[in-house]
């Protein structure tokens, strides 16, 4: 039988890397594509020697060239952490425009299915609760994360415009935060932020009073949900996350409690434009997929815990954020 081929961009990255992985054990050839502005190589090294993986260095808002046939899509490259993004807002911007429009011009020459990595950032912050995907969402444009959510907004309308315009066969997923191993520690998302806070024995930093909510999704899951939409034939937005939903007060006590260190909490300012709650409506992908997440908080935070746990003390003390200096023309 001959072996599909996929492309995955932002392969180094944490969803990235776990699709690659799921993509290589289904049995498909898989060609990764990463600049490594946010992801980390040790990511992907255990697939180095596997032949069924191929991994290209590109910057995806330069012109893509690849000589195979391609199958299918999936583009994951774009910062995430609101950290990176507002470290790289212009790399933010045009990754998911200017990157987005390469993958799918290189899709429909392909003839390939192209599935897009949206988010519920989308939705910014929310006035319907729980989200569901007829909401148009409260988006501040000129805000810090407009860069982020604006540049998702048009991946969307881009992508709907060359399915409706040219037949190309697009999926696009929200992603709801997400989680587990591969994360980076310091990318300031909240769940590796106090993960990294706990081992090295500091206060948790709760932003706000706390009170603003989240639903979080392990990260197996969350390939799956992706995995099953990209071979349905739904080409709307579909949500992809868990909608156990917590403040950030509450999932601060339980990461004490799951470490077992006997940290005390500190609060910081709300970063501006943070969303004051987040839940998924995921009836949607329920309906049309026969999705829904398996795994529940307590289970998946032990596991993304004992992935950090191995952490050395020189990694759990890198306190600087990634280096962005290579990639930034002076
Ligand atoms: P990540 O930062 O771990 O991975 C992103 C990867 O994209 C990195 O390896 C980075 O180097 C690469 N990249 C960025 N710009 C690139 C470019 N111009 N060319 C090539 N590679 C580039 O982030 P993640 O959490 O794995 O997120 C992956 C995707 O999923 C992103 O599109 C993100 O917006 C989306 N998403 C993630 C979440 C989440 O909770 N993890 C939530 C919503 C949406
Ligand atoms: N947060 C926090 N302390 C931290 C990091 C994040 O209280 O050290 C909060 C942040 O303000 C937000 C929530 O945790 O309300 C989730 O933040 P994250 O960056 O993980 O993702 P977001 O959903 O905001 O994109």
Request: aromatic share 10%; charged share 25%.
């Amino acid at each position: 039988m001959i072996q599909k081929r996929v492309l995955i961009t932002g392969a180094a990255g944490f969803l990235g890397s776990h699709l690659c992985d799921r993509f290589i054990d289904e049995g498909f050839y898989v060609i990764g594509m990463d600049n490594f502005i946010t992801g980390d190589p040790k990511n992907i090294t255990h697939l180095e020697a596997n032949s069924s993986f191929e991994f290209i260095e590109h910057d995806v808002t330069k012109h893509i060239s690849i000589e195979k046939s391609l199958d299918y899509i999936l583009h994951f490259a774009s910062p995430a952490s609101p950290i990176d993004y507002l470290k790289i807002p212009i790399q933010t911007l045009k990754v998911g425009s200017l990157g987005t429009h390469n993958l799918l011009g290189l899709a429909k020459a392909k003839k390939a299915r192209l599935l897009i990595a949206s988010t519920s950032e989308v939705y910014g912050d929310p006035l319907v609760h729980p989200q569901s995907e007829d909401y148009y969402g409260n988006v501040n444009t000129i805000g810090p994360r407009g860069v982020y959510d604006e540049a998702k907004r048009f991946q969307e309308s881009i992508t709907m415009a060359y399915h409706r315009f040219h037949g190309l066969e697009t999926r696009i997923v929200r992603i709801f935060n997400t989680y587990g191993p591969r994360m980076r520690l310091n990318d300031g998302r909240v769940i590796p932020a106090f993960m990294g806070q706990a081992l090295r024995g500091e206060d948790l930093t709760v932003f706000g009073d706390g009170s603003q909510t989240r639903s979080f999704c392990y990260v197996d899951d969350q390939i799956d949900g992706i995995y099953k939409l990209l071979f349905s034939d739904y080409a709307y937005p579909v949500n992809i996350g868990n909608p156990q939903e917590i403040t950030i007060k509450d999932f601060a006590e339980e990461i004490i409690k799951l470490t077992g260190m006997y940290q005390k909490i500190t609060y910081k300012n709300l970063p501006v434009d943070d969303p004051l709650q987040r839940q998924p409506d995921i009836s949607l992908a329920k309906k049309l997929l026969n999705w829904e997440p398996k795994v529940n908080r307590a289970e998946g935070m032990l596991k993304t815990f004992n992935y950090f746990k191995n952490f050395t003390d020189i990694e759990l003390n890198k306190r600087d954020h990634k280096d962005f200096s290579n990639h930034i023309k002076k």
